[in-house]
């Protein structure tokens, strides 16, 4: 049997890791990480090692196929391309014909941002569409990051990232990147930077509800109260102003605003909030500013919270303030060979430019928060969402309040799916489009060399042919718009019909080629002559001039963030005002071998010790008379859920913590990625009303019971 060795890279979290992989006979036999990659160096987790279990799965959707029947009793049948196409084409368009076109809904998942054809052709596709029922795993994720970048930097990508390899100090909040590699950080082989880092005499601190993987190697660890972050890094930048600590560039303005905006929030204040006392809240800030060069880096656990916009807002004024901004071994922006930033790929952001049409959430760069999605499907009336279509996503598993999407799912009068498998959500889908897989596609990521703590680029071609009447995604976005625009009503003009026409018709390679000449950092043809990645250096200082502010300032003075300080006011006195009795603090967690929602069907990454356990310490089972292994029944506002319970001495009293993307095993419908993972969903449990200022998702510090079930 002939056995090749082919470059490959993993497309299963922000940290893009390049790979080596051995190829027999059509299929990927072995897979390791590739030492020749100038930013991955290397570095695999057991997901990548997991990789080809993708494409080589016998229950993923190879054809397209079409539902026959409801709920329990449904069929799917394979259909071809064409039919598809043209069934998909004909939901979307009757649905915007008769109804107007925010009638059709469309929802984007997180595996686009890993998709290069879902750059280059599926927001060509979508823009198309012009509907403003836009939504995204975004708003379960990252929106108050990017709303912060774009009102102090003039552009929601322009998010700066830790200069990992050349830091001092870095404080990590409400992030575990031992588990998740990186996020808003596309950093490979974090464990060994880490290690790196403490062998140059570097610390690394970490505040979090839950002793992680990642507080287990820091120097030190901290418990804070899930959702009161905000108030220790007001406390910080109090400390900071107070005694004279700060050191901000000369294109910053507002300091005077950000003085008046924490005079209150003095650590007493933050130490009775979260936990973590005042003295220990001092003699951070005061870390912070001592360090040769520092970090302050927050991610999930303080994004998806319900003070996201604060949080992010009061580390950017960390880092800026402590002078750690645009400078070495602080955060830094990338310079991308293809710069999506630069060159207006993705848009700058906006707000406010319209509201959903049930609650009056405004939206943010276009999209609306996907927490209003369910009321949008399921209140008649014009603009209502009577058609839906997804990409590469499971809001069912992903978005709060779940299971009361996946019933409004079923009053829709079309749906359609582009996705890989049958999921909890795609199987309420009318037809499902099934593309091609990563390994079978062309690869440059666009998105995350924008967020790598170095300067690199990859272009990693197809390594597996692709299978005879497969379709890449870009030919499926290119088809879907183009059938979509030729059964409406209201056709758009000839010219932009011919201008989206061309825009579609050329492929991924040429868009990134085109990206690269007009960058002039490297060219496709040197790109092709080292697969493993050119390396074009470590992050440098770009500032003032990166900057798509006017004038190219920095103003630290945000309304829409500093008026939300009165509701954080109000959330810190009443925590100190009233008991919390019974209630505990739910959050979420990530294991190293799960990986979102799917992947589950993957038996190397599911076999070994179930980790769908609702952790708690043992006090507090103790409290409630509960066993350690107990079937316990935790309920908060919106649902319930019963499954096992895991003392453990990790997390902080008062808190419980659960992983999301589990709860396969939905009414009874056993589907074909679901294989026997036990567990349930977090998200039957969080809450779509619990939003930050954004329109993001608190789906941490959700208060629950627990009680045996
Ligand atoms: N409570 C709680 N909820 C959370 C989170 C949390 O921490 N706590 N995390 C949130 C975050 S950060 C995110 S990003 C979201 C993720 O939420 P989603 O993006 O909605 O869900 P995923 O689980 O990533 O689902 C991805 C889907 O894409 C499909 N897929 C994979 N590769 C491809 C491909 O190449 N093409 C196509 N077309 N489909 C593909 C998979 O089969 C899967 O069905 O979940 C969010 N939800
Ligand atoms: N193995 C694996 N890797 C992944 C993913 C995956 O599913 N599996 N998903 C990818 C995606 S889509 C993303 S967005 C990234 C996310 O990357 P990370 O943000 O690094 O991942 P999380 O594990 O969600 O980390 C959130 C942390 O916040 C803590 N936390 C919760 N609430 C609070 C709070 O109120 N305050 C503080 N201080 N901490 C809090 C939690 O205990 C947890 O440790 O990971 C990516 N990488
Ligand atoms: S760290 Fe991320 S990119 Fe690297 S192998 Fe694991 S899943 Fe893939
Ligand atoms: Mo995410």
Same mark, same amino acid.
């Given at each position: 049997?002939?056995?090749?060795?082919?470059?490959?890279?993993?497309?299963?979290?922000?940290?893009?890791?390049?790979?080596?992989?051995?190829?027999?006979?059509?299929?990927?036999?072995?897979?390791?990480?590739?030492?020749?990659?100038?930013?991955?160096?290397?570095?695999?987790?057991?997901?990548?090692?997991?990789?080809?279990?993708?494409?080589?799965?016998?229950?993923?959707?190879?054809?397209?196929?079409?539902?026959?029947?409801?709920?329990?009793?449904?069929?799917?049948?394979?259909?071809?391309?064409?039919?598809?196409?043209?069934?998909?084409?004909?939901?979307?368009?009757?649905?915007?014909?008769?109804?107007?076109?925010?009638?059709?809904?469309?929802?984007?998942?997180?595996?686009?941002?890993?998709?290069?054809?879902?750059?280059?052709?599926?927001?060509?596709?979508?823009?198309?569409?012009?509907?403003?029922?836009?939504?995204?795993?975004?708003?379960?994720?990252?929106?108050?990051?990017?709303?912060?970048?774009?009102?102090?930097?003039?552009?929601?990508?322009?998010?700066?990232?830790?200069?990992?390899?050349?830091?001092?100090?870095?404080?990590?909040?409400?992030?575990?990147?031992?588990?998740?590699?990186?996020?808003?950080?596309?950093?490979?082989?974090?464990?060994?930077?880490?290690?790196?880092?403490?062998?140059?005499?570097?610390?690394?601190?970490?505040?979090?509800?839950?002793?992680?993987?990642?507080?287990?190697?820091?120097?030190?660890?901290?418990?804070?109260?899930?959702?009161?972050? /905000?108030?220790? *890094?007001? %406390?910080?930048?109090?400390?900071? =102003? @107070?005694?004279? +600590?700060? $050191?901000?560039?000369?294109? &910053?303005?507002?300091?005077?605003?950000?003085?008046?905006?924490?005079?209150?929030?003095?650590?007493?204040?933050?130490?009775? /909030?979260?936990? *973590?006392? %005042?003295?220990?809240?001092?003699? =951070? @800030?005061?870390? +912070?500013? $001592?360090?040769?060069?520092? &970090?302050?880096?927050?991610?999930?656990?303080?994004?998806?919270?319900?003070?996201?916009?604060?949080?992010?807002?009061?580390?950017?004024?960390?880092?800026?303030?402590?002078?750690?901004?645009?400078?070495?071994?602080?955060?830094?922006?990338?310079?991308?060979?293809?710069?999506?930033?630069?060159?207006?790929?993705?848009?700058?952001?906006?707000?406010?430019?319209?509201?959903?049409?049930?609650?009056?959430?405004?939206?943010?760069?276009?999209?609306?928060?996907?927490?209003?999605?369910?009321?949008?499907?399921?209140?008649?009336?014009?603009?209502?969402?009577?058609?839906?279509?997804?990409?590469?996503?499971?809001?069912?598993?992903?978005?709060?309040?779940?299971?009361?999407?996946?019933?409004?799912?079923?009053?829709?009068?079309?749906?359609?799916?582009?996705?890989?498998?049958?999921?909890?959500?795609?199987?309420?889908?009318?037809?499902?489009?099934?593309?091609?897989?990563?390994?079978?596609?062309?690869?440059?990521?666009?998105?995350?060399?924008?967020?790598?703590?170095?300067?690199?680029?990859?272009?990693?071609?197809?390594?597996?042919?692709?299978?005879?009447?497969?379709?890449?995604?870009?030919?499926?976005?290119?088809?879907?718009?183009?059938?979509?625009?030729?059964?409406?009503?209201?056709?758009?003009?000839?010219?932009?019909?011919?201008?989206?026409?061309?825009?579609?018709?050329?492929?991924?390679?040429?868009?990134?080629?085109?990206?690269?000449?007009?960058?002039?950092?490297?060219?496709?043809?040197?790109?092709?002559?080292?697969?493993?990645?050119?390396?074009?250096?470590?992050?440098?200082?770009?500032?003032?001039?990166?900057?798509?502010?006017?004038?190219?300032?920095?103003?630290?003075?945000?309304?829409?963030?500093?008026?939300?300080?009165?509701?954080?006011?109000?959330?810190?006195?009443?925590?100190?005002?009233?008991?919390?009795?019974?209630?505990?603090?739910?959050?979420?967690?990530?294991?190293?071998?799960?990986?979102?929602?799917?992947?589950?069907?993957?038996?190397?990454?599911?076999?070994?010790?179930?980790?769908?356990?609702?952790?708690?310490?043992?006090?507090?089972?103790?409290?409630?008379?509960?066993?350690?292994?107990?079937?316990?029944?935790?309920?908060?506002?919106?649902?319930?859920?019963?499954?096992?319970?895991?003392?453990?001495?990790?997390?902080?009293?008062?808190?419980?913590?659960?992983?999301?993307?589990?709860?396969?095993?939905?009414?009874?419908?056993?589907?074909?990625?679901?294989?026997?993972?036990?567990?349930?969903?977090?998200?039957?449990?969080?809450?779509?009303?619990?939003?930050?200022?954004?329109?993001?998702?608190?789906?941490?510090?959700?208060?629950?019971?627990?009680?045996?079930?």
């Amino acid at each position: 049997m002939a056995s090749t060795r082919t470059l490959g890279v993993c497309n299963l979290c922000e940290a893009i890791c390049g790979l080596v992989l051995t190829v027999e006979d059509g299929r990927v036999t072995g897979v390791r990480g590739n030492p020749d990659d100038p930013l991955s160096r290397g570095h695999i987790c057991p997901k990548g090692v997991a990789l080809p279990d993708v494409t080589d799965d016998p229950d993923r959707l190879r054809r397209p196929v079409r539902r026959e029947g409801e709920g329990a009793g449904a069929r799917w049948v394979e259909i071809g391309w064409d039919e598809a196409l043209d069934l998909t084409a004909d939901g979307i368009a009757r649905a915007v014909n008769e109804h107007g076109r925010d009638a059709l809904g469309v929802y984007l998942g997180n595996p686009n941002a890993h998709s290069l054809g879902s750059q280059t052709h599926g927001i060509a596709m979508l823009k198309s569409f012009r509907t403003r029922n836009k939504f995204s795993a975004s708003s379960v994720d990252q929106v108050p990051h990017q709303l912060v970048a774009w009102q102090l930097f003039g552009h929601q990508l322009l998010i700066p990232v830790p200069d990992i390899d050349r830091t001092s100090y870095f404080l990590v909040l409400g992030a575990n990147p031992m588990a998740s590699n990186g996020s808003l950080m596309t950093v490979p082989d974090f464990p060994q930077r880490v290690r790196e880092l403490q062998a140059r005499g570097g610390r690394m601190v970490v505040l979090d509800p839950r002793r992680t993987e990642t507080a287990k190697v820091a120097d030190e660890h901290h418990f804070v109260r899930p959702g009161t972050d /905000a108030a220790v *890094l007001l %406390a910080m930048l109090h400390v900071l =102003l @107070a005694e004279g +600590l700060t $050191a901000p560039p000369s294109y &910053v303005e507002g300091v005077q605003a950000v003085r008046l905006a924490v005079a209150d929030w003095t650590p007493e204040r933050a130490a009775m /909030a979260s936990g *973590l006392p %005042a003295d220990e809240i001092r003699r =951070l @800030a005061r870390e +912070l500013a $001592a360090a040769d060069a520092a &970090v302050v880096y927050g991610r999930m656990g303080l994004s998806t919270q319900g003070f996201g916009s604060l949080c992010q807002w009061a580390i950017c004024c960390l880092n800026l303030l402590t002078g750690n901004f645009d400078r070495e071994g602080g955060v830094m922006f990338t310079e991308p060979a293809a710069d999506i930033v630069g060159r207006g790929i993705v848009g700058r952001g906006h707000w406010d430019v319209w509201r959903s049409r049930v609650r009056g959430a405004p939206e943010f760069a276009g999209e609306l928060p996907v927490s209003v999605l369910r009321e949008e499907i399921e209140t008649p009336g014009d603009g209502q969402v009577r058609a839906l279509l997804t990409l590469a996503g499971n809001p069912v598993l992903s978005t709060p309040d779940g299971a009361s999407l996946a019933r409004a799912l079923e009053g829709l009068d079309f749906m359609a799916a582009i996705d890989l498998y049958l999921n909890e959500t795609t199987r309420h889908a009318d037809v499902v489009l099934p593309p091609t897989t990563a390994l079978e596609r062309d690869q440059y990521d666009l998105v995350f060399h924008a967020l790598a703590v170095r300067n690199t680029a990859r272009w990693t071609p197809a390594v597996l042919p692709k299978p005879v009447g497969a379709m890449h995604d870009w030919e499926i976005y290119r088809e879907l718009a183009l059938r979509v625009a030729a059964r409406l009503q209201k056709p758009p003009s000839r010219r932009r019909l011919l201008a989206l026409r061309a825009r579609l018709s050329v492929s991924p390679r040429t868009v990134v080629a085109g990206l690269l000449l007009s960058g002039r950092r490297t060219t496709m043809r040197a790109l092709r002559a080292h697969p493993e990645g050119v390396d074009l250096g470590p992050l440098r200082p770009t500032m003032p001039g990166r900057l798509q502010t006017p004038g190219k300032k920095v103003r630290l003075a945000v309304d829409l963030v500093l008026g939300d300080l009165p509701r954080l006011a109000r959330h810190v006195d009443d925590l100190a005002a009233t008991p919390t009795g019974d209630e505990l603090l739910l959050i979420g967690r990530r294991h190293r071998s799960d990986n979102n929602s799917w992947m589950h069907n993957s038996p190397r990454l599911t076999r070994g010790r179930p980790r769908h356990q609702l952790l708690m310490h043992p006090d507090d089972l103790a409290a409630r008379g509960l066993e350690d292994g107990a079937t316990v029944r935790v309920a908060s506002r919106v649902g319930e859920v019963a499954t096992q319970v895991q003392a453990s001495d990790d997390m902080m009293r008062g808190v419980v913590s659960l992983p999301h993307g589990y709860g396969h095993q939905r009414d009874g419908v056993r589907l074909a990625h679901a294989r026997t993972v036990p567990g349930v969903s977090i998200n039957d449990l969080t809450d779509p009303e619990r939003l930050d200022v954004s329109g993001n998702a608190a789906l941490n510090g959700v208060p629950v019971r627990v009680t045996p079930a």
